[in-house]
Structures are given as C-alpha cells and as structure tokens.
C-alpha cells in the first residue's frame, strides 16, 4: 500500500513484510511498527527548519540539517529545500491511502 509519494521518495506498506518503508533521494529507512515511524515523522514535523540552520551555521557540513538515524552512527543530511520535501512524504497519519500529487514527477515519454 503506498501512503505518499513526492518526487523524491515513496511511503509504503510492504505486503510481505508489514514494515513501512521510506524511501527518500538515495536513503531507505525501514519501520517495523507504525509507533517507530510514527516517532520518526513527528520527529521531523517538530523540526524547526530556521533555528536549526541558524544553529549548524558554522558546521563545516554544506547541508546544515542534521536527523539522526539508528542511534546517531548515520545521519540524513538536508539542505531546507530537502527537509520540506521529507516532512510532506512523512504523514503524521496513515489512515488511508494518499498520494501527494503536487510533487510528482511522471514521465510520459515512450522510448
């Protein structure tokens, strides 16, 4: 079942598994419960994007947004741009099945 999709990732429900997969740009993170996932997207919906940049100015990293994934030895590192396009793939709900149109990019050609 896919929950979201944005034109750099996907949301789903795995069939096999019944884990929760995100995929974002080059990153997979696989939720085994919707309690893991659920903490992980309201973790990112709470992030404010301004202070945290502010704060990470002076970070020789070029993205200044740091998410901590499995226990902090990895880490997604966002530019603002990234961290918005992850929050609307990361639902704070998963009721129903909802695709995000509004960032999809669909290829038409046939070649």
Known sequence: MIYNRTSNGCLFKCDSCQSIH????NMNINFSTKDKYYQFAEYLHDINIAAVVKQ?????????IIIPIGGGSCNFMLHPGELEDL???????????ILNMSKLEIDFSLN
């Open 87 to 97: 929050k609307r793939l990361c639902l704070l709900h998963l009721d129903t099945n």
């Open 56 to 64: 990470n100015a002076h970070s020789p990293y070029q993205r200044k």
């Open 22 to 25: 995100m995929e974002f740009n």
